[in-house]
């Protein structure tokens, strides 16, 4: 997996052989949390997101709610643009990202 955006592309760290899940019937993708994680520093170093918070018992990361603009990231060659408002999961006055760690 890869992703793009002002400070140009950024590969995670390779941790082996990961798979991310990609589920059509949820607003959620789900992957290794290493990976997760360092897509996430990667995104607040780009300064698309100002702040995250890890919740660790559940494996979402808390966002800033109403962020502009989109990313881009790579799967087996594919290239995907997300928007922030489609990338957003609301629950309550709380933001999420839909990108989230799993096991």
Known sequence: MESSGPAGPFAPPNFGAG???VDSGSNL???PPQIVRAIYRHLKTMNLIPS???DLTRGTYQ??????GRFEFTLNG?????RWED??????????GALIAGG
């Open 63 to 68: 966002i800033p709610c109403g962020e502009k």
């Open 52 to 54: 995250f918070r890890l």
């Open 78 to 82: 594919e290239l995907y643009a997300i």
């Open 19 to 21: 798979v991310a899940l």
């Open 87 to 96: 990338f957003e999961v609301r629950s309550g006055g709380t933001c999420y």
């Open 29 to 31: 993708i789900t992957g």
